[in-house]
């Protein structure tokens, strides 16, 4: 059974920081693409940021230079490095594993606020 469990969401301040880390299981990790989804409320599901399993990152234009994507295969997870956060990136976030099937994380909440 495929299992994607976020974690690292959270409550912080503009200008502040985290990180959210994804662990999966069920899965060949090292074949697949994971990627961070994020969906605000009344907002379709979009995509923040993605790494290949050769280590190729994509990114939102929106995130670019603040968001930063890893993975470490020895450990089957991906992580989303988030700074300078601003409240338009109040969303949940969702991981996502894409190889010969889609699957998602139950999501993790990021709320940016004063």
């Known amino acids: 059974q495929v299992q994607l469990v976020e974690s690292g969401g959270g409550l912080v301040q503009p200008g502040g920081s985290l990180r959210l880390s994804c662990a999966a299981s069920?899965?060949?990790?090292?074949?697949?693409?994971m990627g961070w989804y994020r969906q605000a409320p009344g907002k379709q599901r979009e995509l923040v940021a993605s790494i290949s399993n050769s280590g190729t990152t994509n990114y939102a234009d929106s995130v670019k230079l603040r968001f930063t994507i890893s993975r470490d295969n020895r450990k089957n997870t991906v992580y989303l490095q988030m700074s300078s956060l601003k409240p338009e990136d109040t969303a949940v976030y969702f991981c996502?594993?894409?190889?010969?099937?889609?699957?998602w994380g139950q999501g993790t909440q990021v709320t940016v606020s004063s």
């Open positions: 069920g899965i060949t990790f090292n074949l697949y693409t």
């Open positions: 996502n594993a894409r190889f010969n099937g889609h699957y």
